[in-house]
């Protein structure tokens, strides 16, 4: 007969054990264990049975020991825009660049939900920025449609590759954030560019003359569509003046032919070639006569213009300018004429 209370064993004449002390707390849980272990060291019979409990893990860490059992679980909190869910799932092991075949990354489509918070998280768990939907563009090119300059910010201090093209149309980053569709799909600011969006990309060492297979500079692209303050950045970050596309007039050209005075202006400043000329085409200052435009003429007259150039079976300048009738325009022009025969 045994009878337990908290305290020490002792030996009754009888021969029988009892414990003295305490007996208002419940014995332990006792069992038996194999009198002859197989590491030959003696054990008592009754031997307490030890009971480990593990701390719960927090609410918001759930782990999980096989990923699969989660796989395509992230993918759909992203497109619901459930930053809670998807929280959940990252911290759970979830894989930030899981997808369903042929789908657009988990952090384009958080790009596409304008989601910060999520965009933030696969960001945290390293996303792969450079992933992409079959001839789709990354979470970069998606942020420059979107007009979304802290996205554009976020993904470049996070490492996303600023020169790798476009699939279609193979457009450099800086390139499609100059000239991207402004219609009305697309947000639209200061004059069909984001400047602070050019601004954050010209920022990082990249290649300011790269272009699409057979297409023009962005410099030629912004003089183009006569964006002032982005012709103004790239120039004075080095990009070159003096830009045509393949076979076709130069930016400064162009210009001279639109009558964009300050384009014109701002090109010549930086060096643009004055007497550039497109194959069998007329010169700068002949398109400005044509067009009777003075101030142009005068801009063009200034950095060195030549009125001798004409194209193959066409008229001189000074003769266009004589058939306008235009008495101020050739004034200007003879001026220039008595001027480079006296030198």
Not at 54 to 79: C, E, M, N, W
Not at 210 to 220: E, L, R
Not at 289 to 306: H, N, S, T
Request: net charge neutral; proline share 8%; with cysteine.
């Amino acid at each position: 007969m045994r009878k337990w209370v908290q305290g020490s064993f002792s030996r009754r004449s009888d021969g029988d054990e009892t414990m003295t002390g305490d007996t208002s707390q419940p014995p332990p849980p006792y069992a038996l264990q194999d009198p002859h272990p197989s590491n030959g060291l003696p054990q008592s019979p009754l031997t307490p049975i030890r009971h480990e409990t593990t701390a719960a893990p927090p609410p918001h860490q759930v782990p999980v020991s096989d990923t699969r059992l989660i796989r395509g679980a992230l993918y759909k909190a992203v497109q619901r825009n459930d930053a809670a869910m998807a929280q959940l799932l990252l911290s759970s092991g979830a894989d930030p660049d899981d997808r369903p075949m042929c789908a657009e990354p988990a952090i384009v489509c958080a790009v596409r939900n304008r989601s910060a918070v999520i965009v933030d998280l696969l960001l945290q768990h390293g996303a792969n920025l450079e992933v992409r939907a079959p001839a789709a563009g990354t979470a970069l090119y998606h942020a420059i449609d979107l007009d979304h300059s802290a996205f554009v910010e976020k993904l470049l201090s996070h490492g996303a590759h600023i020169q790798n093209a476009h699939p279609c149309g193979g457009q450099p980053a800086l390139y499609h954030a100059i000239s991207r569709p402004t219609d009305g799909a697309h947000l639209v600011s200061r004059g069909g560019v984001n400047v602070d969006i050019v601004r954050l990309l010209l920022q990082n060492k990249l290649d300011l003359e790269a272009k699409p297979p057979g297409g023009c500079t962005c410099v030629y692209k912004a003089a183009q569509h006569g964006y002032m303050t982005v012709l103004e950045l790239l120039l004075s970050h080095g990009a070159k003046a003096e830009c045509k596309p393949p076979g076709g007039p130069s930016a400064l050209h162009q210009a001279a032919t639109r009558g964009d005075l300050a384009v014109a202006r701002m090109l010549l400043a930086y060096g643009a070639n004055v007497n550039a000329t497109p194959p069998a085409g007329n010169t700068a200052i002949y398109e400005a006569v044509k067009r009777r435009d003075i101030p142009m003429i005068d801009a063009l007259l200034q950095k060195g213009a030549d009125i001798h150039r004409k194209a193959p079976g066409g008229m001189s300048t000074i003769a266009l300018a004589a058939q306008s009738g235009d008495t101020a325009i050739v004034r200007r022009l003879l001026g220039k004429f008595s001027e480079d025969t006296k030198t």
